[in-house]
């Protein structure tokens, strides 16, 4: 059988970047809420028909296998608050072409849930973790829930994870002054911990105000030591990687803001209710869920993604004079 170029021919967007990424929102709901993340008041949840099922998200990924996707990321809102997603990902592990798939999560159901996502194939995930102060976790996020992701990290330790990434959102006033104790968990733990400068989107309760860039913390790690660069791997993400002089782990940083790796950008993100988006930073996306559920074949879906990265920007345009806010909240759109 000659499968349609439609269905085959590999997504390359109009700056010549292969898209080979894709992020997969699978819910809206979270567990917390992150003051730079959702929005003050209640978030008005998706219905349940508006939220695409695991067979919708699994026909996805299959295409854009297809068009060259090859690594995966499963996540949220939070990921382990919707039901059946260790399957999800047993099932995403068993797809041949996948390189990598990997998972997000805030860490509060962790510990309850580690061996099984061990048991799916998964060995890669990323912990977000803002404060390692229990009162301070609690201001951020909302919940007293400090002690259960710290739980879930050493579960996921002890099992065999590898990496695990410990995600920081480095924010004025709220936790800069943490910076170097986060940094130090790299020497004590093999753990990779990535400070990510704070992307001022959707109404969030932070600002641009509590905005600090990666040279800034950089500088606040250098008391620790040297920053040696570790060189990057095939499947890297946009972090940049650092090794302080003797740790088990590594210091990452992501720097949307400062220094942006737009130029390199090879990821598409499709959120819970089937919007594929080619930027994360800006508002545009195409329907896939409509094309999944006309009734029309595979060759619609990929049309769709095809569309989506025809009109992927070259660049974010956040900080930017002619900036276009980004109404969405990160809560949605999965990071
Ligand atoms: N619930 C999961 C979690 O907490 O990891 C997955 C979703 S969360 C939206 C994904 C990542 O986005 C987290 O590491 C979070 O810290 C990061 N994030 C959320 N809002 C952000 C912002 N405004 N700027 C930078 N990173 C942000």
Same mark, same amino acid.
């Given at each position: 059988?000659?499968?349609?170029?439609?269905?085959?021919?590999?997504?390359?967007?109009?700056?010549?970047?292969?898209?080979?990424?894709?992020?997969?929102?699978?819910?809206?709901?979270?567990?917390?809420?992150?003051?730079?993340?959702?929005?003050? #008041?209640?978030?008005?949840?998706?219905?349940?028909?508006?939220?695409?099922?695991?067979?919708?998200?699994?026909?996805?990924?299959?295409?854009?296998?297809?068009?060259?996707?090859?690594?995966?990321?499963?996540?949220?809102?939070?990921?382990?608050?919707?039901?059946?997603?260790?399957?999800?990902?047993?099932?995403?592990?068993?797809?041949?072409?996948?390189?990598?798939?990997?998972?997000?999560?805030?860490?509060?159901?962790?510990?309850?849930?580690?061996?099984?996502?061990?048991?799916? #194939?998964?060995?890669?995930?990323?912990?977000?973790?803002?404060?390692?102060?229990?009162?301070?976790?609690?201001?951020?996020?909302?919940?007293?829930?400090?002690?259960?992701?710290?739980?879930?990290?050493?579960?996921?330790?002890?099992?065999?994870?590898?990496?695990?990434?410990?995600?920081?959102?480095?924010?004025?006033?709220?936790?800069?002054?943490?910076?170097?104790?986060?940094?130090?968990?790299?020497?004590?733990?093999?753990?990779?911990?990535?400070?990510?400068?704070?992307?001022?989107?959707?109404?969030?309760?932070?600002?641009?105000?509590?905005?600090?860039?990666?040279?800034?913390?950089?500088?606040?790690?250098?008391?620790?030591?040297?920053?040696?660069?570790?060189? #990057?791997?095939?499947?890297?993400?946009?972090?940049?990687?650092?090794?302080?002089? #003797?740790?088990?782990?590594?210091?990452?940083?992501?720097?949307?803001?400062?220094?942006?790796?737009?130029?390199?950008?090879?990821?598409?993100?499709?959120?819970?209710?089937?919007?594929?988006?080619?930027?994360?930073?800006?508002?545009?996306?195409?329907?896939?869920?409509?094309?999944?559920?006309?009734?029309?074949?595979?060759?619609?879906?990929?049309?769709?993604?095809?569309?989506?990265?025809?009109?992927?920007?070259?660049?974010?345009?956040?900080?930017?004079?002619?900036?276009?806010?980004?109404?969405?909240?990160?809560?949605?759109?999965?990071?």
């Amino acid at each position: 059988m000659i499968s349609s170029p439609s269905l085959t021919a590999p997504l390359t967007d109009p700056e010549h970047r292969a898209i080979r990424y894709l992020r997969l929102s699978i819910t809206d709901r979270c567990n917390l809420r992150c003051l730079y993340c959702a929005p003050d #008041g209640r978030v008005p949840r998706l219905a349940h028909d508006q939220i695409l099922s695991y067979e919708e998200i699994l026909r996805v990924v299959q295409v854009g296998v297809g068009l060259g996707i090859r690594k995966v990321r499963v996540t949220g809102g939070e990921p382990l608050v919707r039901k059946g997603v260790v399957d999800l990902l047993r099932r995403l592990v068993a797809i041949p072409e996948i390189e990598d798939v990997s998972l997000t999560t805030n860490g509060v159901l962790l510990e309850s849930c580690a061996k099984a996502i061990f048991d799916a #194939g998964v060995r890669r995930i990323n912990v977000s973790l803002d404060s390692l102060n229990r009162q301070r976790y609690a201001h951020i996020t909302g919940y007293d829930r400090f002690d259960r992701v710290w739980a879930g990290i050493l579960r996921a330790h002890a099992m065999g994870f590898s990496p695990i990434k410990i995600n920081v959102v480095a924010m004025r006033r709220i936790n800069d002054d943490e910076i170097a104790d986060f940094a130090r968990l790299s020497m004590a733990y093999p753990f990779h911990i990535r400070f990510i400068e704070y992307m001022p989107i959707g109404n969030s309760r932070t600002t641009v105000q509590d905005q600090i860039l990666t040279p800034e913390i950089q500088d606040r790690i250098r008391v620790l030591g040297e920053l040696v660069p570790v060189e #990057g791997q095939k499947n890297d993400g946009p972090a940049r990687r650092f090794r302080i002089s #003797g740790a088990k782990g590594e210091v990452g940083f992501i720097s949307a803001l400062s220094q942006h790796f737009c130029d390199q950008c090879n990821r598409l993100r499709l959120t819970a209710d089937g919007k594929l988006r080619a930027c994360l930073l800006s508002d545009r996306y195409e329907s896939l869920k409509e094309a999944l559920r006309s009734g029309k074949g595979d060759a619609a879906v990929a049309d769709v993604f095809r569309t989506a990265v025809q009109k992927k920007w070259a660049g974010h345009r956040l900080g930017a004079d002619d900036t276009v806010p980004v109404t969405e909240f990160m809560q949605k759109i999965g990071g």
